[in-house]
Structure formats: C-alpha cells, structure tokens
C-alpha cells in the first residue's frame, strides 16, 4: 500500500451558491488556478425567502494560496451580490492528498 501523502497547513473554503452553479466553479478553478481537488454537493433550506436549492462547493487548499483561492471563487461566483450566495474559510488540522493509480494502457 502506497503511503498517503498529508498536508499539515491547509484550510477548508466552503462556498453556498445558487443551485447549477457549483460544476462551473469547479471547472474555473481546475482551468484558471490548477485545483485538481473539490467537492460539489447539493442541499435546501429556508429562510425569509421561503425554501431554496443550493450547491455547496467545498475546496482544501494549502494555506499560503488559500487567500488567493478564497479571492478567486469570491469573484467568479459574484458572492456580495444581491442573492448570490455566502462563502467562509477555516483551518484544518490536516488533510489528505488523494491520487489516482496512473491507469492501465490499452495494449493491455
């Protein structure tokens, strides 16, 4: 078994955006900032506005780029903008780093 490679400073960014929105975050962050890893999950809940839909996007990133992560789905995902959605930060105490066995050829 391969040793499991773990990040000691690392922090959790969670963005709660309109549902439908999160795959695009995902994809900007893979093909503007080189994120390899990020969670898109789906909720609902209420509140003034009665019931609503929701994407949450959930990224760990190393702590000297979480500033510039954090900024960067700031931006793209429009949150300050009227209805557009809420977004916070936290330390981990440690993560892991998943990777992927380099698949099999086709030769084979």
Do not use: W
């Amino acid at each position: 078994m391969a040793n499991m490679q773990t990040i000691e400073k690392s922090k959790l960014i969670t963005c709660i955006i309109p549902k439908g929105e999160g795959i695009n975050i995902i994809k900007m962050l893979k093909d503007e900032k080189n994120m390899r890893t990020a969670n898109v999950a789906g909720g609902r809940g209420g509140g003034k506005r009665g019931r609503l839909e929701v994407d949450i996007v959930s990224v760990v990133v190393e702590s000297d780029r979480a500033e510039e992560i954090f900024d960067f789905i700031h931006d793209k995902a429009g949150i300050g903008d009227f209805h557009s959605g809420f977004m916070y930060q936290g330390k981990l105490t440690r993560s892991t780093v998943f990777t992927l066995p380099q698949a099999p050829s086709k030769d084979k």
